[in-house]
């Protein structure tokens, strides 16, 4: 079956730091996403993707957020400068055209600010 | 009123019950209905589909009802590895097919 790749799965960083989180969708997907999901509580949409562009943002995605398809299977979500309400899980999902598809979600990454 | 709201539990039933899950969202131009599951630490993995007309799967079923945009997911036959967080999820209509989370309802199925 087609995976949501992410990589790290874990990631400690120190506060104010910049961190990248990779992701590889599934290849014939064509939205990608970000959500995140800090500990305890419900999982949030960060940033939708298509044609290579953003497609919509939330408020949590403020100015020290940005993402990327850099070379036509990798999807990156950079943190400029990380805060310690940025610990999180991160996941990352694609999914086909159509809203009664629902997404594959990869593993997440675990990101522990410090 | 919260975008999509569910009774967090816990459901604490022993194996062979049947359990209900209940969901209510408050867009009422959502299109798209889903039941995902998620256990501890894990990404959410998508269980069903929920559709207008109901829907079954083995032991779950899942039912909508639009005008009282309201979600459930009935499990029968409850085994010990249904044990999770059981996440209510409706795509938002004015969006790029972003999906709403409920926070979700813990089920804890017991030997």
């Known amino acids: 079956e087609p995976e949501v790749t992410q990589t790290p799965s874990h990631q400690v960083t120190q506060m104010g730091q910049e961190v990248i989180l990779r992701c590889v969708p599934i290849?014939?997907?064509?939205?990608f996403y970000w959500y995140r999901q800090i500990l305890g509580q419900k999982v949030e949409f960060l940033v939708s993707?298509?044609?290579?562009?953003?497609?919509?943002k939330s408020e949590i995605f403020d100015d020290q957020f940005s993402v990327e398809r850099p070379d036509g299977s990798n999807f990156t979500l950079k943190i400029r400068s990380t805060k310690l309400e940025d610990s999180a899980m991160y996941f990352c999902a694609s999914s086909e055209p159509g809203r009664s598809y629902g997404y594959t979600f990869g593993s997440g990454t675990r990101l522990t600010v410090v | 009123r919260k975008e999509v709201e569910q009774d967090p539990g816990p459901f604490n039933v022993p194996e062979g019950a049947t359990v209900a899950f209940n969901c209510t969202y408050s867009?009422?131009?959502?299109?798209?209905f889903f039941w995902y599951r998620q256990d501890c630490r894990k990404e959410p993995k998508l269980l069903m589909s929920v559709y207008s007309s109901g829907n079954e799967d083995g032991r779950f079923t899942a039912q909508l009802n639009r005008a009282s945009q309201y979600i459930s997911l009935l499990i029968r036959d409850s085994k010990l590895s249904d044990s999770a967080t059981y996440l209510c999820?409706?795509?938002?209509?004015?969006?790029?097919?972003?999906?709403?989370f409920g926070s979700g309802t813990r089920l804890l199925v017991r030997p």
């Open positions: 290849s014939n997907h064509l939205y």
């Open positions: 867009n009422s131009a959502s299109q798209s």
């Open positions: 993707f298509y044609n290579n562009e953003i497609s919509e």
């Open positions: 999820v409706v795509n938002w209509v004015d969006s790029s097919y972003k999906l709403i």
